[in-house]
């Protein structure tokens, strides 16, 4: 019998197309698939699937935070991220959060496939650069340190990704779940470690970052 794939993704052009590449293979299926982060966990159960396949970017909602709960309600269930953010700065946050792979979506159509089997199997799937990066944190060298952005937090990231999307605080507000004071002191707590002084400065620079991950995933389709 065919191993069922969950798809957790927004795109529905993207979607149809990781859709194609797993029922491609006789050994792999589609059981399902959600939009958004709350409409996974309502499906999840009757779905009854052996892999979750999640973007990171979703309507409603954050990906991380869903690979998350999804470890705390169905810890046996294995996740696979498919993203076109970049894999140095998102793909340790993913498996931190309890993902067993990290795929980015422009390589998508030459790996997936052999992606997911890994994660069948049990097996951790990432690049080579991101396996040399966990072997030099198991030895105490924090690569990624070089990145001033990964002393961010997920949640901090997430605000400082929706500040460059140009979303005012209110907006970003609804969208996590929290109140514009959190916010607010998210974006203070932003400037601090980024060593940035004023809102405006924050947003410039927050906006020059989500216009350099978008031309990187130019033609990011499965």
Same mark, same amino acid.
């Given at each position: /019998?065919?191993?069922?794939?969950?798809?957790? &993704?927004?795109?529905?052009?993207?979607?149809?197309?990781?859709?194609?590449?797993?029922?491609?293979? /006789?050994?792999?299926?589609?059981?399902?698939?959600?939009?958004?982060?709350?409409?996974?966990? &309502?499906?999840?159960?009757?779905?009854?699937?052996?892999?979750?396949?999640?973007?990171?970017?979703?309507?409603?909602?954050?990906?991380?935070?869903?690979?998350? =709960?999804?470890?705390?309600?169905?810890?046996?269930?294995?996740?696979?991220?498919?993203? /076109?953010? =970049?894999?140095?700065?998102?793909?340790?946050?993913?498996?931190?959060?309890?993902?067993?792979?990290?795929?980015?979506?422009?390589?998508?159509? &030459? !790996?997936?496939? =052999?992606? !997911?089997?890994?994660?069948?199997?049990?097996?951790?799937? !990432?690049?080579?650069?991101?396996?040399?990066?966990?072997?030099? %944190?198991?030895?105490?060298? %924090?690569?990624?340190?070089?990145?001033?952005?990964?002393?961010?937090?997920?949640?901090?990231?997430?605000?400082?990704?929706?500040?460059?999307?140009?979303?005012?605080?209110?907006?970003?507000? &609804?969208?996590?779940?929290?109140?514009?004071?959190?916010?607010?002191?998210?974006?203070?707590?932003?400037?601090?470690?980024?060593?940035?002084?004023?809102?405006?400065?924050?947003?410039?620079?927050?906006?020059?970052?989500?216009?350099?991950?978008?031309?990187?995933?130019?033609?990011?389709?499965?």
């Amino acid at each position: /019998m065919a191993d069922q794939v969950f798809l957790v &993704e927004d795109h529905p052009v993207v979607r149809r197309g990781l859709a194609s590449l797993l029922t491609a293979e /006789m050994d792999l299926g589609v059981c399902g698939g959600a939009r958004t982060p709350a409409a996974a966990l &309502e499906k999840l159960p009757e779905a009854e699937p052996d892999l979750v396949l999640v973007d990171l970017s979703l309507e409603e909602g954050s990906g991380l935070e869903l690979i998350k =709960d999804v470890k705390t309600r169905w810890p046996e269930i294995p996740l696979l991220v498919v993203s /076109m953010h =970049d894999e140095t700065l998102y793909a340790l946050r993913a498996l931190r959060a309890g993902a067993q792979g990290y795929v980015m979506k422009q390589r998508a159509t &030459e !790996v997936l496939v =052999d992606a !997911v089997r890994h994660v069948l199997d049990g097996r951790i799937y !990432v690049s080579t650069e991101i396996k040399e990066k966990l072997i030099e %944190n198991v030895h105490g060298h %924090n690569a990624l340190a070089k990145s001033p952005l990964e002393s961010l937090s997920d949640r901090e990231l997430q605000v400082f990704k929706r500040l460059g999307e140009g979303l005012k605080t209110s907006t970003i507000a &609804e969208q996590l779940h929290l109140s514009p004071k959190t916010v607010y002191s998210y974006q203070s707590r932003i400037k601090d470690k980024l060593g940035i002084e004023g809102t405006p400065k924050l947003r410039q620079r927050a906006a020059i970052w989500v216009e350099c991950c978008e031309s990187d995933s130019t033609g990011a389709q499965a």
